[in-house]
């Protein structure tokens, strides 16, 4: 068997698993801890139980970006099923409604996801791990409350139809869609599903989904759990942060000053949030603009 290290020897960075259905995130984060010999995991972009696909797991240092490294934009593959309404928005749910979907045609379906495109305010699942009064909408929802969150903005820059099936079930007329999304983070891919529905007057919830791109990192960099038991493949700290930041390689008197955090007058970043890397092109940290300066968001050393 392939030796571990460990929590000293861990090497910092990411490690992009295809989770697969029926793991919870922390689950997976659970055995990548054990894998790696390090307590120092964590992941980036929650995927719920029934969902597979890019999950990213932070290994040391690495943990500190996770936050930064979520919010970006990320791609999925999924499929809506009209005809059908459920509690969670999704095929784990108990069915609320069996409208069904007899006669909606393709130009009706068309005309009802333009309206998703682009930026919209969006109500979150009922059935999420948002708070209300510190306790998870989940559990009041579980719990036989009523639950009204707050709708957030968010960016579908992506939402198409590649595939549809008519199927008689139950004797009503359900359709199954297979669609390709691209949005911004925070997105509730099931609630497009359920949107979709209210605006076709069918009902509608997600029956799959599979995220296939988080930021720059794609499913075919990803490697199953069964890979990982053999060997983790860790995307170096340096290598993740170049290819998810702008970057910037600083002088000795700035490096000094980022190690201990401080501002850095009169520095105009290339982008708002940057990678601040040194001269022996080792990275320092994250910084943000603030006027005509660069405050730290994230020291790394």
């Given at each position: 068997m392939t030796s571990r290290p460990n929590a000293n020897q861990a090497q910092s960075g990411v490690l992009i698993i295809d989770k697969p259905?029926?793991?919870t995130s922390h689950q997976v984060v659970a055995k990548v801890r054990r894998l790696a010999g390090s307590r120092k995991v964590g992941h980036a972009g929650t995927l719920d139980p029934m969902a597979t696909g890019v999950l990213m797991i932070g290994i040391g240092k690495a943990t500190r970006l996770l936050g930064y490294l979520a919010l970006t934009e990320k791609a999925y593959q999924a499929t809506i099923r009209l005809g059908v309404s459920t509690v969670s928005d999704d095929a784990e749910g108990a069915v609320t409604g069996m409208a069904g979907a007899q006669g909606v045609t393709d130009d009706q379906i068309e005309t009802a996801l333009a309206g998703l495109r682009g930026e919209l305010m969006q109500v979150p699942?009922?059935?999420s791990a948002i708070k209300i009064d510190g306790v998870r909408s989940y559990a009041k929802v579980r719990s036989g409350q009523d639950v009204a969150l707050a709708?957030?903005?968010v960016t579908i820059s992506r939402l198409?139809?590649?595939?549809?099936?008519?199927?008689?079930?139950?004797?009503i007329?359900?359709?199954d869609l297979d669609v390709l999304v691209e949005c911004s983070s925070g997105t509730y891919v099931r609630a497009l599903a359920r949107d979709l529905g209210t605006i076709l007057r069918t009902?509608?919830?997600?029956?799959?989904?599979?995220?296939?791109?988080v930021g720059s990192f794609i499913l075919d960099e990803?490697?199953?759990?069964?890979?990982?038991?053999r060997a983790l493949r860790i995307v170096p700290l340096e290598e993740v942060v170049r290819s998810s930041f702008a970057t910037l390689t600083v002088t000795e008197t700035q490096a000094n000053y980022i190690r201990h955090g401080?501002?850095?007058?009169?520095?105009?970043?290339?982008?708002?949030t940057t990678a601040l890397f040194d001269s022996a092109d080792h990275f320092l940290a994250l910084y943000r603009q603030e006027g005509s300066d660069a405050v730290a968001e994230a020291v790394l050393v």
């Open positions: 259905a029926g793991w699942s009922a059935v709708p957030r903005q198409e139809v590649v595939g549809r099936r008519d199927v008689q079930a139950d004797s007329t359900i359709i009902g509608g919830h997600l029956t799959a989904l599979r995220r296939t791109r990803a490697q199953t759990l069964e890979d990982a038991e401080r501002r850095l007058v009169g520095l105009i970043l290339p982008d708002y």
